[in-house]
């Protein structure tokens, strides 16, 4: 046998072996993905097509804010997130029937895609509970520079007092900004744009009596709010200083402002209250984050309705705080299994 038949038949044996060897590992590698992913198990629920296009906005909202460079993806790891009953309905309608007027409810664990809704949907004034957008805005449109010293004196203020003639110096140099009411307005809406919500629009009429902004008259449904609130907290809309301070200072409500959510006995909790004449009653509600920037972060909005009456104000914040002690029974944490490497949350520049 020649030398060139002996050295082509070493070289077909070593081939083989070769293959033989890279089918083997990998096997192993597959068997070794597919009791990972059975041990791992990972599902995203989306309610619809909206909240998935919502969901890729809100990954691409404001980029022209910095963003943090790239990293390795992290191993899957167990976290605590919140998570609503087996009997969150049952409950629900129990609290519903021993209260003097309709309530309406959404929850949404920050960083999903899903909302859960109890009660009727309907859009109601936001009242102040639209100041913390109009804050955002001012805080994207003065980018890339922070607030000045009386800016962020007003922001404490028209947050933890609910003051409204700070907010109205706010919205005013928001106005001086963009070149005027509707372009101020209109930058509000892009912060709820940002958020995910597609349908919400800024309310640009004069106030009706007993109201004081333009912005409060928005219409605003709980589902909408809610998701503007969980974008806040997972660091979407402004950068993550700016989350820290906002949120920070949604957790030092004055006192006399401090009910529902701020009556339930959550550990930790961030909200902003807004309520107004409804013809002879009044609306009452809140909206916030339990357990901001955090894995077990939660946003919810509750809005009252309760009867007509000289006491309507006070039984609306007293339904809020009933219902707000009825989700703090409702949610329980538990333990999930996050993957990093399928995060999709995006992190502002600080």
């Keep these: 046998m020649s030398s060139w038949h002996t050295s082509h038949r070493t070289n077909v044996i070593l081939l083989v072996g070769a293959l033989f060897i890279a089918g083997v590992a990998g096997g192993v590698i597959v068997q070794h993905l597919t009791r990972n992913s059975r041990g791992h198990t990972h599902t995203t629920t989306t309610s619809s097509s909206d909240q998935s296009s919502a969901s ?5 909202a404001h980029s022209s804010h910095a963003s943090g460079p790239a990293t390795a993806s992290a ?11 087996p009997d969150a309905d049952t409950t629900f309608a129990s609290l519903q029937r021993e209260l003097p007027g309709p309530v309406e ?32 805005a001012l805080m994207t449109a003065v980018a890339p520079r922070e607030l000045s010293e009386e800016e962020q004196a007003e922001v404490r203020q028209a947050i933890t007092e609910s003051s ?3 907010i109205l110096s706010l919205f005013h140099a928001l106005e ?29 009429q004069p106030p009706p009596t007993g109201a004081v902004t333009t912005f409060g008259q928005t219409e605003w449904a709980p589902e909408a709010s809610v998701r503007f609130f969980a974008a806040l907290d ?20 004055i006192p006399s402002e401090s009910w529902g959510l701020g009556s339930a006995g959550f550990a930790h909790v961030a909200f902003k209250g807004g309520w ?56 329980r944490p538990i333990e999930h299994i996050v993957d990093c490497s399928e995060a999709t949350r995006p992190r502002a520049g600080t």
């Design 56 to 60: 890729t906005h809100q990954a691409t």
């Design 75 to 85: 191993p899957a790891s167990a976290e605590a997130v919140n998570e609503l009953a």
């Design 105 to 136: 409810v959404a929850v949404m664990p920050v960083g999903a895609t899903t909302i859960v809704p109890f009660g009727p949907q309907e859009p109601a004034h936001g009242w102040s509970t639209t100041k913390i957008p109009v804050i955002a």
């Design 164 to 166: 409204n003639e700070a």
């Design 176 to 204: 001086r900004l963009k070149g005027g009411l509707v372009g101020a307005s209109e930058a509000v809406e892009a912060e709820l744009r940002a958020s995910g919500d597609r349908y919400t629009v800024v309310a640009t």
């Design 234 to 253: 997972a660091g979407c809309l402004v950068t993550s200083s700016q989350t820290r301070r906002v949120l920070g200072l949604m957790q030092q409500i």
């Design 276 to 331: 107004g004449p409804e013809g002879d009653a009044y609306l009452v509600r809140q909206s916030g984050i339990i357990d901001p920037g955090t894995p077990e972060a939660t946003a919810v909005a509750i809005i009252a309705h309760p009867p007509a009456g000289a006491s309507s104000f006070g039984e609306g914040t007293e339904m809020l705080t009933k219902t707000a002690t009825w989700l703090h029974g409702a949610l």
